[in-house]
T-cell receptor
Framework: DGGITQSPKYLFRKEGQNVTLSCEQNLNHDAMYWYRQDPGQGLRLIYYSQIVNDFQKGDIAEGYSVSREKKESFPLTVTSAQKNPTAFYLC???????????FGPGTRLTVT | QQQVKQSPQSLIVQKGGIPIINCAYENTAFDYFPWYQQFPGKGPALLIAIRPDVSEKKEGRFTISFNKSAKQFSLHIMDSQPGDSATYFCAASPRGGADGLTFGKGTHLIIQP
């Protein structure tokens, strides 16, 4: 089965804890992205990576960190510095930048 | 942040009607305009996309109309069905699009039986 997987589907954390969201793709795509979705806000770009070992900040990178050590993996860490981390997080990938992006099923993070 | 403005925020249409969702953009460097469909609790799915060298693109019951001079594009759903009820997002990306897509805020569409 080709596609993008995100785990877990639901995640609960206490305030002050860092948490890492997983994103894996077997589509052989070079580019990968992390978006955050809040009700009524659409999707906002957190980080993106065009190639292994390289990544760039998106529009709302503060309080988040990423790594891209393997082509197929792009984990996102939500740090305790993120002031409002409760949201639906979506990972996407594309063959190269600027073409069709395909999304994973998302992870709903709740921080209390 | 270059915006993409989407309207309406919500839309209710009777089965068989033609819902129309509109988007407007400011950045003339935008070169790629996809539409995504999202069901509750799921990731968005690419529906149809257009580039500015054509004014219309049709795939099945879904049609994008593109007006380059007005910097507007719209999604039309022909013969709408209750299963089309979802949230629809327009998006845009510049040529090369290294920094991802800029999304509209979404339209919550309900097709009544």
């Amino acid at each position: 089965d080709g596609g993008i997987t995100q785990s877990p589907k639901y995640l609960f954390r206490k305030e002050g804890q860092n948490v890492t969201l997983s994103c894996e793709q077997n589509l052989n795509h070079d580019a990968m992205y992390w978006y955050r979705q809040d009700p009524g806000q659409g999707l906002r770009l957190i980080y993106y990576s065009q190639i292994v070992n390289d990544f760039q900040k998106g529009d709302i990178a503060e309080g988040y960190s990423v790594s891209r050590e393997k082509k197929e993996s792009f984990p996102l860490t939500v740090t305790s510095a993120q002031k409002n981390p409760t949201a639906f997080y979506l990972c996407a990938s594309s063959w190269v930048a600027g073409v069709e992006q395909y999304f994973g099923p998302g992870t709903r993070l709740t921080v209390t | 942040q270059q915006q993409v403005k989407q309207s309406p925020q919500s839309l209710i249409v009777q089965k068989g009607g033609i819902p129309i969702i509109n988007c407007a953009y400011e950045n003339t460097a935008f070169d790629y305009f996809p539409w995504y469909q999202q069901f509750p609790g799921k990731g968005p799915a690419l529906l149809i996309a257009i580039r500015p060298d054509v004014s219309e693109k049709k795939e099945g019951r879904f049609t994008i109309s593109f007006n380059k001079s007005a910097k507007q594009f719209s999604l039309h759903i022909m013969d709408s069905q209750p299963g089309d009820s979802a949230t629809y997002f327009c998006a845009a990306s510049p040529r090369g699009g290294a920094d991802g897509l800029t999304f509209g805020k979404g339209t919550h569409l309900i097709i009544q039986p």
